[in-house]
């Protein structure tokens, strides 16, 4: 394991940062961003008993790392009844989504703030028998302190972003020793899984699986609730933005008001990323001229409706059951883009801006496919929103998503399987 005097300084500095900790947690509650009843978890103090047995740990940075780990968890607990799980986020949207869908034997927490005292609490009290990352996270305290007490720690689903491989470029002697804590990194990607290797990742350690989300069951969905909107919806045509970030709203409404030229009864479902931003869209849209329905406040999308706003939370497989395409957002700013296997299993064509690092070889083989459309601005959108309101269109496009979304790689079972093996002790194959 190289040493890191960066993360020798980090390190010896952690133990002097928790009063600088309590000022963020302070801010953070204070503008909403903690829970207020479970903010000592967020300094290592835990709200629940440890179960007795054994114990798998599993961090997830994010609502679409979170849910795209329950399959797994659920297989695990199916091949061993008597395990125990412990799921950790670090957003309150994230446990409000896992509480309703948390399989059997497993428990959610906040993730402690990466000071050594905060992370030493946890730790001891939970003490797991394993510890499971999610993604790209690399906190220095959580993972030192966790391999420090020989806790073996895999790092699952492995991605990379061009832009944390530019920052941990800056401190490769820190990537190096993080990275060569993990027993084994299973990486979504060829791309990501370059980037692990030159920042220092064992190459004997690191593997290629695929994302868990290729995985993932359909959202789930109310089917009454289905019914009532379709019905109110009737026979109007319509398309979906979803998981929007800032500005793609505005662009959204724009390419939305372009195709109604061709399609006057056109409607425009938007769900944003962040539902708390609701009230500020639909003002948004009411000020620019739009008559604009809220589903938070009971409203439907009747016929004069010209846009939808579905900001609530749990909501997505409605959505995109309802949809014969979408705009899936965080892909015309710079934010990344999202799983586009939600919309592609729901028979959703997906629309997508050029911003797709979070799972670019994904969105190739979508595009590639035919399965989804890259779009640079709102003017390529409404050119392809007046396309695929041809409903053939979309069915051809949607069939071709479904088709590259169900074919998936063996990532859950590789997953499993070597799990299980470091439970039991063996040398993973």
């Keep these: 394991m190289a040493f890191s005097p960066a993360l020798a300084l980090y390190r010896l500095g952690t133990p002097g940062l928790v009063s600088y900790a309590n000022r963020i947690l302070a801010k953070r509650l204070e503008s909403g961003k903690e829970d207020p009843n479970r903010l000592n978890e967020r300094r290592g103090i835990a709200s629940l008993p440890r179960p007795s047995g054994r114990l798998v740990w599993f961090h997830a940075a994010s609502v679409g790392e979170s849910l795209s780990l329950l399959d797994l968890i659920e297989e695990m607990s199916d091949e061993d009844p008597d395990l125990e799980f412990l799921i950790t986020t670090g957003t309150r949207t994230s446990a409000e989504l896992l509480q309703s869908r948390m399989p059997g034997q497993s428990r959610h927490q906040f993730i402690p703030l990466d000071t050594i005292p905060f992370v030493r609490k946890f730790l001891d009290h939970w003490s797991p028998d394993l510890a499971v990352w999610t993604e790209s996270e690399m906190w220095p305290a959580l993972i030192t302190q966790t391999s420090a007490r020989k806790i073996p720690m895999v790092l699952l689903n492995a991605r990379m972003s061009d832009q944390s491989f530019k920052r941990w470029k800056w401190l490769p002697g820190m990537a190096k020793d993080l990275l060569g804590r993990y027993s084994h990194i299973f990486a979504q990607d060829s791309r990501s899984a370059e980037k692990l290797r030159r920042l220092g990742a064992n190459k004997k350690r690191l593997r290629v699986t695929g994302s868990l989300k290729e995985n993932n069951t359909a959202l789930s969905h109310d089917e009454d609730e289905r019914a009532k909107i379709a019905a109110a919806i009737e026979t109007r045509p319509l398309w979906l933005a979803a998981s929007t970030h800032p500005g793609e709203e505005t662009l959204a409404a724009e390419a939305h008001r372009n195709a109604r030229r061709t399609a006057h009864r056109l409607l425009l479902i938007l769900a944003p990323r962040h539902p708390d931003r609701g009230d500020e869209i639909v003002k948004m849209l009411r000020d620019d001229g739009w008559r604009v329905g809220q589903r938070s406040a009971g409203d439907q999308p009747d016929g004069v409706c010209d846009i939808y706003v579905a900001d609530t939370l749990g909501e997505m497989g409605l959505w995109y059951r309802l949809a014969p395409f979408c705009f899936l957002g965080g892909s015309l700013t710079k934010i990344g883009g999202h799983n586009p296997f939600e919309p592609a299993v729901l028979g959703s064509a997906i629309i997508h801006g050029p911003h797709i690092d979070n799972a670019k070889e994904i969105y190739d083989r979508l595009d590639a496919a035919g399965g989804a459309k890259l779009v640079q601005d ?52």
């Excluded at 979309?394 to 063996?410: C, R, T």
């Design 378 to 429: 709102e003017d390529e959108l409404a050119t392809e929103i007046k396309r695929l309101i041809e409903p053939h269109q979309a069915a051809q496009m949607a069939h071709a998503a479904w088709e590259v979304s169900s074919s998936g790689a063996e990532a859950s079972e590789k997953a499993k399987t070597l799990l299980f093996e470091l439970l039991d002790n063996k040398e993973p194959a």
